[in-house]
T-cell receptor, first 116, second 114 residues
Framework: GAVVSQHPSRVICKSGTSVKIECRSL??????MFWYRQFPKQSLMLMAT?????????EQGVEKDKFLINHASLTLSTLTVTSAHPEDSSFYIC????????????FGEGSRLTVL | AQSVTQPDIHITVSEGASLELRCNYS??????LFWYVQSPGQGLQLLLKYFSGDTLVQGIKGFEAEFKRSQSSFNLRKPSVHWSDAAEYFC????????????FGKGTRLSVIA
């Protein structure tokens, strides 16, 4: 159990366009979802925390108008990279925590964004 | 502030040899500790976790880790490494409550040679 799915796994877009990444909890209700960003050969850096039905809380230095996060239901959160630029190219990983709140986070497979 | 230190950026071991990956943490409360593994271009897979109780925890793929409060450490071990264990390993710490994320170390890349 506790499967988190991300889509798309890979996306290439032109500079200036917007890209949406979906994160779904397939077999549990995710009360809280976290979005991380990982640059090549680096660790995961938290971008934002979202709770269902509430506005996301962004980490310092993360532009909330550029990285739009929506957590409209208990099984879906989306990250939209608006007006993407090459420096936004990265590996984006979502994670979710369920109602049972065991402390563990369940991670999606990640989405690799390449902005040309 | 909470933090995780993985002192070794890259470790190379021979197949069949034992392995220990180091992890030290700084946390204000009782920590929830995790080890994840990541293959290139993939997401994270949980190897094991410690919440409370027995300080030696067993995980998947033959891995184990020992929580040592006095040393603020949670080192990962495996008695005999397989070539398929080559990957990036991340130690993480969190509080376990709803809005608290996990904080990750910088990771240790494991290479396995024949």
């Amino acid at each position: 159990g506790a499967v988190v799915s991300q889509h798309p796994s890979r996306v290439i877009c032109k500079s200036g366009t917007s890209v949406k990444i979906e994160c779904r909890s397939l077999d549990f209700q995710a009360t809280t979802m976290f979005w991380y960003r990982q640059f090549p050969k680096q660790s995961l850096m938290l971008m934002a925390t979202s709770n269902e039905g509430s506005k996301a809380t962004y980490e310092q230095g993360v532009e909330k108008d550029k990285f739009l996060i929506n957590h409209a239901s208990l099984t879906l959160s989306t990250l939209t990279v608006t007006s993407a630029h090459p420096e936004d190219s990265s590996f984006y990983i979502c994670s979710a925590r369920g109602r049972q709140n065991t402390g563990e986070l369940f991670f999606g497979e990640g989405s690799r964004l390449t902005v040309l | 502030a909470q933090s995780v230190t993985q002192p070794d950026i890259h470790i190379t071991v021979s197949e069949g040899a034992s392995l220990e990956l180091r992890c030290n943490y700084s946390y204000g409360a009782t920590p929830y500790l995790f080890w994840y593994v990541q293959s290139p271009g993939q997401g994270l897979q949980l190897l094991l976790k410690y919440f409370s109780g027995d300080t030696l925890v067993q995980g998947i793929k033959g891995f184990e880790a020992e929580f040592k409060r006095s040393q603020s450490s949670f080192n990962l071990r495996k008695p005999s490494v397989h070539w398929s264990d080559a990957a990036e390993y991340f130690c993480a710490v969190g509080a376990g409550s709803g809005n608290t994320p996990l904080v990750f170390g910088k990771g240790t890349r494991l290479s396995v040679i024949a």
